[in-house]
């Protein structure tokens, strides 16, 4: 029987100066879901996402890719195989326009990065690529719009049309709906929700509401290491996970009265 895991780690571990930030992580990433770290502050879920990237480098353990130990590649390496994080190519260019911004990222997946330098004609070849990407985050009415035009919201939508131009298998999304509002944030849920078609995604989420809607998996960090690990339904009843999210007696600094974690985390 085949690997169901996409992605996996065992025994990931990071330490900084005697700090262990990653300790002895194990991960699971069954191919096509979409998978959610979740945690306190400092519980380790942006450095597993650096050390999956590789923009961090393991101080012991393997990460495998389709059952591939990929530990030893550099980020470049790991990305063309198709492991993608969103600020990877999503470092969108404030005075270009939506269409501009996404044929550059179209160039740089080609290799022809130094093709940018030649004449706009040159490019034109990827308009239509370019514009299937813009109407996939619903923004075709933008596409020459200045980005630092754009609402916060459509930026981030931009950036992850940028990132699907990697053509990723596995996308990595880290806190996507970070900084918005009610509005922009359903509007990035059901993105997320059809840029998952046909790939994997995880993501780090702070917004629990949105991994409610969005994951069929979930694993918690606490200092670093792996606490629990299950659906939405499992992970939010689990005491150990209100426990590190609201404080030892359930109450945390929030009142007796939020004892679910999706509420806490509402409230931030």
């Given at each position: 029987?085949?690997n169901?895991?996409?992605?996996?780690?065992?025994?990931?571990?990071?330490?900084?100066?005697?700090?262990?930030?990653?300790?002895?992580?194990?991960?699971?990433?069954?191919?096509?879901?979409?998978h959610?770290?979740?945690g306190?502050?400092?519980?380790?879920?942006?450095?597993?996402?650096?050390?999956?990237?590789?923009?961090?480098?393991?101080?012991?353990g393997?990460?495998?890719?389709?059952?591939?130990?990929?530990?030893?590649?550099?980020?470049?390496?790991?990305?063309?195989?198709?492991?993608?994080?969103?600020?990877?190519?999503?470092?969108?260019?404030?005075?270009?326009?939506?269409?501009?911004?996404?044929?550059?990222?179209?160039q740089?997946?080609?290799?022809?990065?130094?093709?940018?330098?030649?004449?706009?004609?040159?490019?034109?070849?990827?308009?239509?690529?370019?514009?299937?990407?813009?109407?996939?985050?619903?923004?075709t009415?933008?596409?020459n719009?200045?980005?630092?035009?754009?609402?916060?919201?459509?930026?981030?939508?931009?950036?992850?049309?940028?990132?699907?131009?990697?053509?990723?298998?596995?996308?990595?999304?880290?806190?996507?709906?970070?900084?918005m509002?009610?509005?922009?944030?359903?509007?990035?849920?059901e993105?997320?929700?059809?840029?998952?078609?046909?790939?994997?995604?995880?993501?780090?989420?702070?917004?629990?509401?949105?991994?409610?809607?969005?994951?069929?998996?979930?694993?918690?960090?606490?200092q670093?290491?792996?606490?629990?690990?299950?659906?939405?339904?499992?992970?939010?009843?689990?005491?150990?996970?209100?426990?590190?999210?609201?404080?030892?007696?359930?109450?945390?600094?929030?009142?007796?009265?939020?004892?679910?974690?999706?509420s806490?985390?509402?409230?931030q």
């Amino acid at each position: 029987m085949s690997n169901p895991y996409v992605l996996q780690t065992r025994g990931l571990v990071k330490k900084f100066r005697g700090f262990q930030a990653v300790d002895h992580v194990d991960l699971q990433i069954r191919q096509g879901d979409i998978h959610a770290l979740i945690g306190p502050n400092g519980a380790g879920k942006t450095t597993v996402f650096n050390l999956l990237t590789k923009f961090l480098i393991p101080t012991r353990g393997q990460i495998l890719y389709k059952g591939e130990d990929i530990t030893s590649l550099k980020s470049a390496a790991i990305a063309r195989r198709g492991v993608v994080r969103s600020f990877q190519i999503s470092a969108v260019f404030p005075h270009m326009t939506a269409l501009e911004n996404i044929r550059v990222a179209l160039q740089t997946f080609e290799g022809n990065s130094f093709s940018f330098w030649q004449s706009g004609a040159r490019l034109n070849k990827l308009n239509e690529r370019a514009m299937e990407l813009l109407d996939a985050v619903g923004l075709t009415s933008f596409a020459n719009t200045t980005t630092v035009e754009l609402a916060y919201g459509r930026k981030r939508a931009l950036e992850l049309a940028t990132t699907l131009a990697m053509e990723p298998e596995i996308l990595l999304l880290d806190e996507p709906t970070q900084g918005m509002g009610s509005e922009d944030v359903d509007r990035v849920v059901e993105l997320v929700r059809s840029a998952a078609k046909g790939r994997t995604v995880l993501m780090v989420e702070h917004n629990l509401s949105v991994v409610s809607k969005l994951c069929d998996r979930i694993t918690v960090l606490a200092q670093g290491a792996v606490l629990t690990e299950g659906d939405y339904e499992t992970v939010s009843a689990d005491p150990l996970v209100r426990e590190v999210y609201m404080g030892s007696d359930g109450s945390g600094e929030r009142g007796a009265t939020e004892t679910n974690p999706a509420s806490a985390e509402a409230a931030q």
